[in-house]
Nanobody
Framework: QVQLVESGGGLVQAGGSLRLSCAAS????????MAWFRQAPGKEREFVAV????????YYADSVKGRFTISRDNAKKSVYLQMNSLKPEDTANYYC???????????????????WGQGTQVTVSS
């Protein structure tokens, strides 16, 4: 079992920054990839970023590339999402996800991840 708890969301003006954190507990955090997804009201949950077990590989959605950075600290069992140059369209509930079934990044779909946190709300005002 893996438990994930996100934090760091809030209200920020356009152009501002936020850093999201996801704390994990449970089995073998350092052995599987971690990702961030987001879901805006009335929209489907969408991929934001993923990082491999050792941090050596990262992928980003085109909409956040160059503005967001995913990182992880396996000693602290945590993954982070640094969000810069935020836009109103970044407003969403942000979810941390784990794919404990694989040691490599398998994909960017919701179904590729088997553990999820409860989410943290990010609101960007114009």
């Amino acid at each position: 079992q893996v438990q994930l708890v996100e934090s760091g969301g809030g209200l920020v003006q356009a152009g501002g920054s936020l850093r999201l954190s996801c704390a994990a507990s449970g089995r073998a955090f350092s052995t599987y990839p971690m990702a961030w997804f987001r879901q805006a009201p009335g929209k489907e949950r969408e991929f934001v970023a993923v990082i491999s077990w050792n941090g050596g590989t990262t992928y980003y959605a085109d909409s956040v590339k160059g503005r967001f950075t995913i990182s992880r600290d396996n000693a602290k069992k945590s993954v982070y999402l640094q969000m810069n140059s935020l836009k109103p369209e970044d407003t969403a509930n942000y979810y941390c996800a784990a794919d404990s079934r694989s040691s490599v990044v398998r994909g960017t779909k919701v179904g590729d991840y088997n553990y999820w946190g409860q989410g943290t709300q990010v609101t960007v005002s114009s």
